[in-house]
């Protein structure tokens, strides 16, 4: 499985962005995708998660009511769109696909697959 996650950038304060996340490879159908991200001198952290169908999400306190997680199962993707950018949210934003189980997680380590990472950076 590969995960290829595009859409990052440099962004204004209050600003939107979208990120992608295409999967590729032997895909199951039950399975659930995650968003983390990374600070420059920061651990990575959990940001949101969706199950394969869509019918549960889960955010960080941090960016819920901003970002919104969601799915296109027929073109294996997973987006995440960010709104009301903060420069607090300046990160590497990396998706994470689990197939064990759909069972969300906000733990990276329950994650097998991981993509490349995007640069999403606000400025103020």
């Known amino acids: 499985v590969q995960l290829q996650a595009s859409g990052g950038g440099l962004v204004q304060a209050g600003g939107s962005v979208r990120l992608s996340c295409a999967a590729s490879?032997?895909?199951?159908?039950?399975?659930?995708m995650g968003w983390f991200r990374q600070a420059p001198g920061k651990e990575r952290e959990f940001v949101a998660a969706i199950t394969w169908n869509g019918d549960n999400t889960v955010y960080a306190d941090s960016v819920k009511g901003r970002f919104t997680i969601s799915n296109d199962n027929a073109k294996n993707t997973v987006y995440l769109q960010m709104n009301s950018l903060k420069p607090e949210d300046t990160a590497v934003y990396y998706c994470?696909?689990?197939?064990?189980?759909?069972?969300?997680?906000?733990?990276?380590?329950?994650?097998?697959?991981w993509g490349q990472g995007t640069q999403v950076t606000v400025s103020s």
């Open positions: 490879g032997r895909i199951f159908s039950d399975y659930a």
């Open positions: 994470a696909a689990k197939f064990r189980n759909s069972i969300i997680s906000k733990f990276g380590a329950n994650y097998e697959y």
